[in-house]
């Protein structure tokens, strides 16, 4: 694998770890790469701010980096998962990117995800900080399928769609739900270009429909979904009604984030 990113010339792998609260080992394994995405889904929100703001998300590498590392910000796929890109690729850790089919529609759609996949330690990982409310949580492995993989308090689990096709399913309310389905094509940067229009400018998107922001944290998620705010800790979920005026607020005080013009 080769990495099929362009490092942005503003990538200070320091900086990136003051980012994200990291002081960990730095070496080039599995145990370094759970700690390192742990951290940065647990600071880095998945957001689509820009979008809501009438923008079209820009897959510069340095305009990524400034966002996120220097602005503080955070981003949708292409964003956080190229700037997690990066960090790999700086710690000499192969990868590729993968393009992803979101499976959480009534109909088919294209393959609009973007995920990594990571080889470590003789075995090969998924690795996601982008898929919002129901994101895997640590790499996954992908040399097992059909087993519950238990996440700190989600359960996730890979199963074969097709003949050479990985389908990713999660645990919401009870029941199985499928979440993206990927093969392991390699894909590049440029690759996601359309895609990336088209999350940034469809009126059919999501990202265009709704406010959408999601952090991690140590005991699950918090969620602002267009007015309503969701705390799930532990398993539970408690949610709220927010008024329009007080959305700046919550992304304020919940987030770390505000609304650009």
């Known amino acids: 694998m080769v990495p099929i990113i362009e490092q942005a010339n503003n990538f200070s792998l320091r900086d990136y770890f003051e980012r994200i609260g990291y002081a960990g080992e730095i070496n080039a394994d599995i145990a370094t790469v759970t700690a390192i995405m742990q951290r940065q889904l647990?600071?880095?929100?998945?957001?689509?701010?820009?979008?809501?703001?009438?923008?079209?998300?820009?897959?510069?590498?340095?305009?990524?980096?400034?966002?996120?590392?220097?602005?503080?910000?955070?981003?949708?796929?292409?964003?956080v998962n190229g700037l997690f890109a990066m960090a790999m690729q700086a710690l000499g850790v192969p990868y590729q990117l993968v393009a992803a089919r979101p499976r959480t529609y009534p109909t088919r759609r294209p393959k609009t995800h973007m995920v990594l996949a990571l080889t470590l330690d003789g075995k090969r990982w998924l690795c996601d900080l982008g898929f919002g409310s129901h994101g895997i949580r640590a790499p996954l492995s992908l040399d097992t399928l059909g087993v519950e993989i238990r996440q700190d308090y989600d359960t996730y689990s890979l199963v074969q769609a097709d003949e050479g096709v990985h389908l990713l399913r999660?645990?919401?309310?009870?029941?199985?739900?499928?979440?993206?389905?990927?093969?392991?094509?390699?894909?590049?940067?440029?690759?996601?270009?359309?895609?990336?229009?088209?999350?940034?400018?469809?009126?059919?998107?999501?990202?265009v429909q709704h406010l959408v922001v999601v952090q991690q944290t140590d005991e699950g998620r918090k969620i602002l979904f267009d007015n309503t705010f969701k705390v799930i800790a532990r398993g539970r979920t408690e949610q709220c009604a927010i008024a329009q005026d007080e959305r700046e607020a919550v992304l304020l005080r919940e987030f770390g984030l505000v609304m650009p013009q």
């Not at 645990?171 to 999350?199: C, R």
Request: glycine content about 6%; aromatic content about 14%.
């Open 170 to 207: 999660t645990i919401v309310d009870g029941t199985w739900v499928n979440q993206y389905e990927f093969d392991l094509s390699s894909q590049e940067w440029i690759d996601f270009v359309p895609a990336n229009h088209l999350n940034s400018t469809h009126p059919d998107a999501i990202f």
């Open 42 to 79: 647990r600071t880095v929100p998945f957001e689509n701010l820009d979008v809501q703001a009438g923008k079209i998300v820009s897959l510069v590498p340095e305009e990524i980096v400034e966002k996120i590392v220097y602005r503080r910000r955070g981003g949708y796929c292409y964003e």
